[in-house]
């Protein structure tokens, strides 16, 4: 069976950090390229961060300089470290999974908020 579980969201202030986590299953998973998305209401979902089977990475510009995605194929899990977060970060985000077509997880929240 084919599944994407997230962990790791949850309430932090401004300022804070917090480290998201994405366990795969049922998928090669070294051969996927993975990534980060994320939708705030009202608004479309949007990329945040992906890295490829060889490990190139690609960020949103709204997000350089303070998230950092990575990979572990050992463990099938891809992981999403966030530092800085600011209120604008404030949303559901998704793991997606993709090599022929996309795969996605359930979602885990994240709320930035003094």
């Known amino acids: 069976q084919v599944q994407l579980v997230e962990s790791g969201g949850g309430s932090v202030q401004p300022g804070g950090s917090l480290r998201l986590s994405c366990a795969a299953s049922?998928?090669?998973?070294?051969?996927?390229?993975m990534g980060w998305y994320r939708q705030a209401p009202g608004k479309q979902r949007e990329l945040v961060a992906t890295i490829t089977s060889s490990g190139i990475t690609n960020y949103a510009d709204s997000v350089k300089g303070r998230f950092t995605i990575s990979r572990d194929n050992a463990k099938n899990s891809v992981y999403l470290q966030m530092i800085s977060l600011k209120p604008e970060d404030t949303a559901v985000y998704y793991c997606?999974?993709?090599?022929?077509?996309?795969?996605w997880g359930q979602g885990t929240q994240v709320t930035v908020s003094s």
């Open positions: 049922g998928i090669i998973f070294r051969l996927y390229r």
């Open positions: 997606n999974a993709r090599l022929n077509l996309d795969l």
